[in-house]
């Protein structure tokens, strides 16, 4: 790329912009003045089921495809250990009794899972394009992922003729979707190839590149899914050769490729569909593939808006915005542009119709999770948690679809987990899973003994009705799963004979160790802190569903019943939160996990107003782990932090993560990255869930009703003193919007999505009138500042 020139030079066209999708004047898009070298730098494309890496290379393009099923493994009937009541109960005496290293060998010989067929998510490979281009120079080179719109585009002149090129996703037709094109005729010669990462029989039918194959990856054991992908090639005039080895294109005008994917993953006629979709797809004009793609996509995206002020940066390529920031400087509207990346993320990777939630780096895999010993699958211990913390408070509650139904997909294989593993009732689910059905503990307790792990993301049925108020939804999905884990945890508690306390255990607190006073470190014990915070949490929603559904009223009692007895959430003797239910040490107090802190957030079992002694004991924690010497400063972790500042209303500290995330923990896409040396990575791995929680944790600092009332601005940093945001969500079943100058509050809006009566606390710092729908309303604020408004569907609360 020796013509290419520099950022400088490619200023003029920053402004050019994408075409917003709903023709706003400012438009959110990452943008590029050259190629992509490596995969870090890519930008992502996806439609929840099949996407693309795209590079942008002038004389070789590469796009790195990828498709959500394309999976290593295969189900293992034999992945649980049989252990049992009886000798569960006999491992619980020895714990009660404080003979801690006879048990913890015990479970650990036990208690752990046969993942000999586990597998992994896996990269397809890449679709090369080599382009032949008039003689001269290349200049005014431009790449770009348009938020708006959800395109790729790169843009170029290359001897005198002015080059573009448009890639998308498309989730109404559900293929990839190429457009090269020149503003001259003729100008489109080029060659394809596929060099793909696994093993593939190729083929030509009509106008289609046909591969097929089935995955072997051995490395997490036997079995792999069969997959077929196809490629159609329309060329506007010119002529076009192909065969097994790829196409060639001469003199062509424009070139459009149609790119499907598909796997036999729950889809015995995934020949089928590919070889429908991309015939379909073909039929149709460009114009009209793209139009129905952006108005789609556009539906969702554009619910919610946000700035921190005028984004003064907008001329300056996101790769060197991107370096400013990881070197100490402030970019107000780089942060308001990671916030809706992650949205953007959310919806690229997580649909209604996808056949998969979200893992562990989505579908966009850089072929480094997979070849880890923790690989590209679902991690129930926070990572895949995270990756759905932005969808409901960032409007985008549709996405959940494809994790509820991963849920009950874990439910059905959990119950016998739960029945042959512990001998309960009910389903559990541990720390890592896959698409096979493995619910049992990992191949080591020290990660893998958390069988709360499936109580944790069935929280998230919950958070969905809270959001929703939808009661369809919750008689017929949530509350189904939510009392089936319940059952589960009910059956696997236990009284602690000196205390009379109920405790679940032996069980880890992810991924931790403790100390004892002997001096040998160990991961068992029973009931570990997040255990009890996640029964409570279980328990609770399930009482309030069956009050609100008129349902399992005896089944509701014993639940109430349970609640008296589990333990308090309690203090060390240092005043931080204990991690386990005994004042154990921290072995490794510079840990990355705080699964002792969920009460905190994203629960609200400790807050600022409720329990200030705990959220004291919650910023100690917090102090403590960050102030250790090599602290495992990680992508998730740091999302997480800002999400528990931002509760603790610490606005600087929320926001220095923020800068951290973006920085030292993103890459030049954006991105964010478990970072090497931590987990046994030799370099950074790109790692979906820092995205979406740091989205989550920038709304957290905006907009809070965690305490049983609506507050504007909670946590706001100096940085973000001006600014606005519409179209966010809150519990209840309502959306707000604000906009504020030097910190105080011009204007502030609550749309009601349900009836539901809302408490508000009015802002401060000018004389307020409260309306609704258009009216002065009566609102006195009570001591604490709070307006109390009955509100009805559709209703609009609006300060002014």
Known sequence: MKHLKTYLAAMSLALAGCQSANDAEETTELWYAQPAEVWMESLPIGNGRLGAMTYGGVEEETLALNESTMWSGQYNENQNRPFGRA????????????????????????????????????PIGDLKMQFTYPKGEVKDYRRSLCLDNAIS?????????????????????????????????KSITMNMTLDLMRRSDFSVEGNQLVFTGKVDF???????????????VLADNGEVKMDETGVSVSEADAVTLIVDVRTDYKSPEYKQLCLSGVKDAAVKPYDELKQAHVEDYAALYNRVAINFGEDTNKAVPTDVRWKQVRE?????????????????????????????????????????????????DYHLDINTQQNYWAANVGNLAECNAPLFTYIKDLAQHGAKTAEVVYGCKGWTAHTTANVWGYTPSSGSIIWGLFPMAGSWIATHLWTQYEYTQDKNYLAEVAYPLLKGNAEFILDFLAEDPKSGYLMTGPCISPENWFRTESGEEMVASMMPTCDRELAYEIFT???????????????????????????PIRLRANGA???????????????????????????????????????????????????APDWEDTEWSRANMICLYARLKDAQDAYKSVQLLQGKLSRENLLTVSPGGIAGAEGDIYSFDGNTAGTAGMAEMLVQNHEGYVEFLPCLPEEWKDGSFKGLCLRGGAEVAADWTNAVINQASLKATADQTFKVKLPQGKNYKVLL????????????????????????????
């Open 87 to 122: 000798k569960m109960d006999e491992l619980r005496k020895l714990f009660f009794e404080g003979k801690l290293s006879e048990g913890n060998k015990i479970a650990g010989d036990n208690l752990a899972g046969m993942q000999t067929s586990f597998g992994t998510h896996l």
């Open 153 to 185: 585009s790169v843009s170029f002149n290359a001897g005198g003729v002015n080059y573009k090129r448009e890639y998308f996703a498309t989730n109404p037709d559900n293929v990839l979707v190429l457009r090269l094109s020149a503003d001259k005729r």
């Open 218 to 232: 051995p490395l997490h054991g036997p079995g792999g899914v069969s997959f077929e992908g196809r490629i159609a």
């Open 328 to 376: 100490g400087q402030t970019d107000t509207g780089l942060d308001a542009l990671f916030f809706q990346y992650g949205r953007y993320l959310t919806i690229a990777s997580s649909r209604e119709n996808s056949p998969l939630p979200i893992a562990l780096q989505s579908f966009f895999n850089d072929n480094k999770a997979c070849n880890m010993g923790w690989t590209n």
């Open 541 to 567: 929603t399930c009482v309030q569903a069956s009050d609100i559904l008129g349902t399992d009223k005896e089944f509701a009692d014993s639940l109430r019943a349970a609640l008296d007895k589990l333990p």
């Open 577 to 627: 939160i204990r991690e386990w239910f005994e004042d154990y040490e921290e072995a490794h107090p510079n840990h990355r996990h705080t699964s002792h802190l969920l009460a905190l957030y994203p629960f609200s079992q400790i807050t600022l107003e409720k329990t200030p002694e705990l959220a004291e004991g919650a910023r100690k924690t917090i102090e403590n782990r960050l102030s």
């Open 773 to 800: 729908n258009g009216k002065e309303a009566v609102a006195n604020a009570d001591a604490k500042g709070l307006i109390t408004i009955d509100m009805k569907k559709g209703d609009l609360l609006e300060i002014k």
